[in-house]
């Protein structure tokens, strides 16, 4: 991982609100490559199938969506049938809740108040 998501991974662990703007088009046209997000700390016990989540699957770190869950895991896909795979809730580390400054439905009620 580099030192710029190793810094947005704290600074989400540490419950801030994190502006980013990540490259490529895995989750066009929801997100354009490059469009700004803003991404918050996510109650785990609240994520659903379709919430766009900034996790870590085999290494890797990605704002994908949720495909689905299950007791300890949710599974990582992007938004074109692309799936990454499962992975521990404990890898999610924030959930997107505006894009380009337009709230995200039903985002906001599953940040995680610390």
Same mark, same amino acid.
């Given at each position: 991982?580099? $030192? ?7 600074? &989400? ?33 609240? &994520? ?18 949720? &495909? $689905? ?46």
């Amino acid at each position: 991982m580099n $030192a710029k998501t190793l810094q947005i991974i704290e600074r &989400l662990k540490a419950g801030e609100r994190v502006e980013n703007r990540e490259g490529g088009n895995s989750m066009t046209p929801r997100i354009a490559s490059r469009q700004p997000v803003t991404i918050e700390s996510v109650d785990l016990e609240k &994520l659903e199938k379709g919430d766009i989540v900034y996790v870590k699957v085999r290494g890797r770190v990605y704002t994908h969506q949720v &495909l $689905a869950l299950r007791s300890d895991e949710v599974q990582i896909g992007n938004n074109h049938g692309g799936v990454n795979g499962w992975t521990k809730r404990e890898n999610v580390f924030g959930i997107i809740t505006a894009i380009d400054g337009v709230p995200v439905g039903g985002a906001s009620a599953k940040v995680q108040i610390r």
